[in-house]
């Protein structure tokens, strides 16, 4: 199984501030068709996740461009630009590439 | 606008079964594969077993595997998930997913309890 180490576990950060969050597979999520299938996903409390970044970079229809997602093979990072009060829940990544689809543990994001 | 929406949770004893049901609105529901993926209370995503756009192929995380069935109908646009042999370790929040985690269902809660 792909195993994602995620991290920080949680973050504390100012509005307005920008804050990275990490995201290591075991292996590379790079599938055959050339595409990487690695996501990030919001969840914010008491509510179903939400996707916000698909296949690396892509931001999904409505989601601002605070946010953005960069990375390759094994090693992905989400920022998150001026963070704002509504930007806080967990994060999670998430690989499509590899069955049995897998997730990070969730990185917490608090407003300070 | 899509809408995925959950039904067939509640609180059933070890050793029983359920059946979840996802009905599917705002896209071509035969284009797309689809996946359940749950959250135990307080823990973090598990993906459970995918289906695609056919039908003709499943796969499933290995500790249900024998125990739960994904099936569709794409007739009805609807998103099964049959669950036998219960255990208290599937108590969760069960979602139903679009492919590539694009679109989430509101869940449906499954407890497992005696």
């Known amino acids: 199984d792909v195993m994602m180490a995620q991290t920080p576990p949680s973050l504390s950060v100012a509005i307005g501030q920008s804050v990275s969050i990490s995201c290591k597979s075991s292996?590379?999520?790079?599938?055959?068709?050339?595409?990487?299938?690695l996501h990030w996903l919001l969840q914010t409390s008491g509510r179903s996740p939400k996707r916000l970044i698909y296949?690396?970079?892509n931001l999904d229809s409505g989601v601002p461009d605070r946010f953005s997602g960069t990375g390759s093979q094994k090693d992905f990072t989400l920022k998150i630009s001026r963070v704002e009060a509504k930007d806080l829940g967990i994060y999670y990544c998430?690989?499509?590439?590899?069955?049995?689809?897998?997730f990070g543990s969730g990185t917490k994001l608090e407003i300070k | 606008e899509v809408q995925l929406v959950e039904s067939g949770g509640g609180l059933v004893q070890p050793g029983r079964s359920l059946k979840l049901s996802c009905v599917a609105s705002?896209?071509?529901?035969?284009?797309?594969?689809m996946t359940w993926i749950r959250q135990a209370p307080g823990k973090g995503l598990e993906w459970v077993a995918s289906?695609?756009?056919?039908?003709?192929?499943?796969y499933y995380l290995d500790s249900v595997k024998g125990r739960f069935t994904i099936s569709r109908d794409n007739a009805k646009r609807t998103l099964y998930l049959q669950m036998n042999s219960l255990r208290s370790e599937d108590t969760a929040t069960y979602y139903c997913?679009?492919?590539?985690?694009?679109?989430w269902g509101q869940g449906t809660l499954v407890t497992v309890s005696s």
């Open positions: 997913t679009r492919d590539q985690a694009a679109y």
């Open positions: 705002g896209f071509t529901f035969n284009n797309y594969w």
């Open positions: 289906i695609t756009n056919t039908g003709g192929s499943t």
């Open positions: 292996q590379s999520l790079v599938y055959s068709d050339v595409k990487t299938y």
């Open positions: 296949q690396v970079s």
């Open positions: 998430a690989q499509t590439t590899h069955f049995p689809l897998t």
